[in-house]
């Protein structure tokens, strides 16, 4: 079945460590997005990425970093540079947001990062 | 940049009907969407309109009214399993790009 996958469902990470979120997709779409949530907030966009190996800052990008080698993939990374990286963390795709076309994004199922 | 208001919390009964309004403000509208999110869960697509009126989808519709930056999703004989945040989202062009801004969600509460 198509679908975007994300691991781990949680994750635990000391301060001051590096912390990798892994999406993949097999949907064929073009644009990957990762989103963070916080309680009582709406989705907030990190980064995204329209093509393989093109990927731009989102609304909250500062302390993550993210790849695009694959169509199929895009890791986001949590640094340590990132200073509440406590979230619900999503990851999303779509066929092709270059085009101005209003098409849906579809979710994968979050990855829940908690730092201790 | 926009601003998309809905509401924090609606409570409903199983078999009513509760229309969840959302107001938005943009500069290069190109459409809105609802989006349905259990807890813990992945946000999935609800609906989608692009011009004004009303779409219907089963129990399901949603209503746009670009000239008043409106919009309302409506969930008719309402089901247990309806208890979800309700996630409005609009597609903005004025920043070439067309990223999607989310609200912040409305939780929806049925009740026996």
């Known amino acids: 079945d198509g679908g975007i996958t994300q691991s781990p469902k949680y994750l635990f990470r000391k301060e001051g460590q590096n912390v990798t979120l892994s999406c993949e997709q097999n949907l064929n779409h073009d644009a990957m997005y990762w989103y963070r949530q916080d309680p009582g907030q709406g989705l907030r966009l990190i980064y995204y990425?329209?093509?393989?190996?093109?990927?731009q800052k989102g609304d909250i990008a500062e302390g993550y970093s993210v790849s695009r080698e694959k169509k199929e993939s895009f890791p986001l990374t949590v640094t340590s540079a990132q200073k509440n990286p406590t979230a619900f963390y999503l990851c999303a795709s779509s066929i092709d947001s270059s085009s101005g076309l209003a098409d849906e994004q579809f979710f994968g199922p979050g990855t829940r990062l908690t730092v201790l | 940049g926009q601003n998309i208001d809905q509401p924090t919390e609606m409570t409903a009964t199983e078999g009513a009907i509760v229309q969840i309004n959302c107001t938005y403000q943009t500069s290069g509208f190109n459409g809105l969407f609802w989006y349905q999110q259990h807890a813990g869960e992945a946000p999935t697509f609800l609906s989608y309109n692009v011009l004004d009126g009303l779409e219907e989808k089963g129990r399901f519709s949603s209503f746009l009214s670009r000239s008043k930056g409106y919009s309302y999703l409506l969930l008719k004989e309402l089901q247990m399993k309806d208890s979800a945040s309700y996630l409005c989202a609009v597609r903005d062009l004025s920043d070439s790009w067309g990223k999607l801004q989310f609200g912040a969600g409305t939780q929806v509460v049925v009740t026996p």
């Open positions: 990425s329209q093509i393989v190996n093109d990927f």
